[in-house]
């Protein structure tokens, strides 16, 4: 071999070494390109897990907040009434009781 020869080999064993080191960089590229993507997809799965349980707890808590209102409204109705009837028998009570004065009074002359 003369050293035109070697020199030429040097050069090509160079460039192979070159190549390979230039894929591996390219590989190491696209690994760390598609772990980042990987990386991004999950915080965007975790960012529309998070709004998702944030709207079912807010649904549960204007449904119980709707409940109790309701809840409240029966309870406010009911107390309505009882003090209806219990004006109501107060007022016939009342009433019987002047009707018996009366007819005693009348009883009396």
Same mark, same amino acid.
């Given at each position: ?7 030429? /080999?040097? @050069?090509?064993?160079?460039? &192979?070494?070159? +190549? ?18 990987? /990386? #991004? +997809?999950? &915080? ?8 998702? @349980?944030? /709207? ?5 808590? *204007? ?12 309870? *406010?109705?009911?107390? &309505? +009434?009882?003090?209806? +009837? &219990? ?13 018996? @004065?009366?007819?005693? #009074?009348?009883? *009396?002359?």
């Amino acid at each position: 071999m003369d050293k035109e020869e070697e020199e030429e /080999e040097r @050069d090509d064993e160079k460039e &192979k070494i070159d +190549e390979e080191e230039n894929e591996e960089k390219e590989e190491e590229e696209k690994e760390k390109e598609k772990q980042e993507e990987k /990386e #991004e +997809e999950e &915080k965007e799965d975790e960012e529309v897990k998070e709004k998702e @349980d944030k /709207e079912e707890e807010d649904k549960e808590k *204007e449904e119980k907040e709707a409940k109790e209102e309701k809840k409240k409204e029966k309870e *406010e109705k009911e107390e &309505k +009434e009882e003090e209806e +009837e &219990k004006e109501e028998k107060e007022d016939k009570v009342e009433e019987k009781e002047e009707t018996e @004065d009366r007819e005693e #009074e009348e009883d *009396e002359r």
